[in-house]
Nanobody, 127 residues
């Protein structure tokens, strides 16, 4: 099992940047695929970025492509989401999610396939 703790959320003006971190417990974190999922009030969850367990493959939602970058440091058991050029529509609670998959280049792109979730961190972008 793995436990996930997000940090780095906050209030930022439109056009600004934030970096979210997802710290994981467990010695086998390098065998987990990870995604960042956001949910805004009244809206469905959206997988904004995902990364393979190896870190060599990534996927992005069209809404964030070119602005967000997902990365991971398996030695530190941490996944990051660098968010640049933020827009008010990026306002949401951002969750880190993980699922065991072994060491692979496969990216998990279905939200329901993620088994472990953090508590979420609020990101608010003001106009």
């Amino acid at each position: 099992q793995v436990q996930l703790v997000e940090s780095g959320g906050g209030l930022v003006q439109a056009g600004g940047s934030l970096r979210l971190s997802c710290a994981a417990s467990g010695r086998t974190f390098s065998s987990y695929a990870v995604g960042w999922v956001r949910q805004a009030p009244g809206k469905e969850r959206e997988l904004v970025a995902a990364i393979s367990s190896s870190g060599s493959s990534t996927r992005y939602a069209d809404s964030v492509k070119g602005r967000f970058t997902i990365s991971r440091d398996n030695a530190k058991n941490t996944v990051y989401l660098q968010m640049n050029s933020l827009k008010p529509e990026d306002t949401a609670v951002y969750y880190c999610a993980a699922t065991y998959i072994g060491l692979t280049i496969v990216v998990v792109t279905t939200i329901d396939d993620y088994n472990y979730w953090g508590q979420g961190t609020q990101v608010t972008v003001s106009s």
